[in-house]
């Protein structure tokens, strides 16, 4: 039997749920945030453009790619959002647990195009192109679908300092041993040399550091561009590449370092800027109930409310460094319902694990970066894979029932009465 704590939530932790949050850069959703300089401004507007545009060969695009434009996996509700397009990795796991990615680094050296399956290509356009999209190779024995995250306040979660991650990485390891939570910030190396180790914040396995890198990763990997951060081409199922699958010599963006990554920056500078989505109104007694069950039972503890940004956030503009300070990213709580830190979820939602650059705390296959809450109100299928379908399903998700940090919290998730179950869903439902 559950204590009565677990069940029925106190009046004092009503009525702490009731107290306001701080003020945060909040907009209508798809807006950029308030306070930016004109500057920022343009470069907001120019990154929106190119975010929507649909890239061509001529720019460099292929030979294989997940899609032409970004806006094709991110418009729901509005451009910078999620979609239902899944995408699709793989990889192959050996009897010792030993992960191969397929892409050429891993321990058997084989590259069958892996980790991401890229199932366009340019062959629809160039007659003489004798290279379709991929297929899963035969080797991969671990296929893996994933939904494509929505955008919003991604700056924001930029411009957090690393040492509030590490501080809070040994906080939960001080506070919530009796719950088995302890998350990891994960160290990642990053192409900027005035910071070339930074706390991993993006992707779902925490494996991406800031939002150039992020741009860059999904110019080569998504479109296939490759640019001075990603150079490589990938290759068609790991095969070499047919000259008559490219038309893009010469092209500024492809790998020409002199570009100062031009063709990175405005995407990067879009989602830099765009707002986070303001959270519905809270009103009535289901709702705040919903909140302090929230906090109650402990899913706090891994989707922390909010952190803050620096009094001073410095945005770089290029690669060689040039920076401008930015007040619409200073000094701004971030209401994001994450700790962005690695947790362990046991087989409850075992995943393939991609490798994007040198990572010293990489993840294992059963840790993922707690998901920002932020903007649930728009989503209507949940988890990595969009395969739960309610938010029921996506709290119990969260463990096998066997082994996961999350084991505690869902036990007395499962001991809440109906009523409870569903304030909370009302109150997640605003975030």
């Known amino acids: 039997m559950l204590p009565a704590a677990t069940r ?7 009525l702490t749920a009731l107290i306001a949050f701080p003020a945060a850069a909040w907009a209508q959703i798809g807006s950029p945030l308030p306070n930016m300089r004109p500057v920022e401004t343009s470069f907001f507007n120019s990154g929106k453009l190119q975010f929507n545009r649909v ?6 695009v292929g030979p294989v790619l997940t899609d032409g434009a970004c806006q094709r996996c991110h418009n729901t509700p509005v451009l910078g959002g999620s979609s239902n397009r899944l995408l699709t990795f793989f990889g192959e796991v050996s009897q010792d647990g030993t992960f191969d990615p397929l892409d050429g680094s891993g321990p058997s050296g084989m590259n069958e195009g892996g980790f ?19 297929i899963l190779p035969p080797d991969a024995n671990v296929v893996e679908n994933r939904m494509a995250p929505p955008v919003f306040g991604f700056g924001l979660i930029d411009a957090i300092a690393d040492t509030d991650l590490e501080n809070q990485a040994q906080f939960e390891l001080n506070n919530y041993q009796a719950d088995g939570i302890h998350g990891v910030a994960p160290v990642v190396s990053t192409y900027y040399s005035v910071a070339p180790n930074k706390i991993g ?9 800031n939002l150039v890198e992020m741009a860059a990763f999904a110019f080569a990997h998504d479109l296939g561009i490759t640019n001075p951060l990603v150079p490589a081409e990938d290759l068609t199922q790991g095969q070499p590449i047919d000259p008559n699958c490219v038309q893009n010599s010469g092209v500024p963006n492809n790998t020409n370092s002199g570009s100062g990554g031009k063709g990175i920056f405005p995407i990067s500078h879009f989602i830099r800027y765009l707002a986070p989505a303001q959270p519905a109104s809270c009103g009535g007694t289901d709702c705040a109930q919903g909140q302090a069950v929230f906090s109650t039972i402990g899913c706090d503890k891994c989707h922390k409310p909010d952190y803050s940004t620096p009094g001073t956030v410095q945005v770089q503009t290029d690669l060689t460094g040039t920076t401008l300070s930015s007040a619409a990213l200073s000094g701004q709580t971030v209401n994001l319902y994450s700790d962005l830190l690695l947790h362990d979820l046991g087989s409850a939602d075992r995943g393939v694990i991609p490798e994007g650059q040198p990572n010293t705390g990489a993840a294992t296959a059963t840790q993922w970066r707690t998901a ?14 969009g395969a739960a379908a309610s938010l029921d399903n996506a709290i119990r998700g969260h463990s096998d029932g066997i082994q996961s940090e999350a084991l505690t919290v869902i036990e007395r998730y499962k001991g809440l009465s109906p009523a409870d179950q569903q304030a909370l869903w009302d109150f997640l439902k605003t975030l």
């Open 201 to 209: 914040r993006f992707g779902k396995k925490g494996q991406i550091a």
């Open 55 to 60: 890239w061509g060969m001529k720019e460099g």
């Open 372 to 385: 920002p809450l932020w903007g649930l109100q728009y989503r209507t299928h949940f988890m990595h894979s």
């Open 8 to 14: 029925r939530v106190s009046f004092f932790a009503l």
């Open 116 to 134: 991401l399956l890229q199932s366009r290509s340019n062959q629809a356009f160039l007659t003489n192109c004798s290279q379709g999209g991929e």
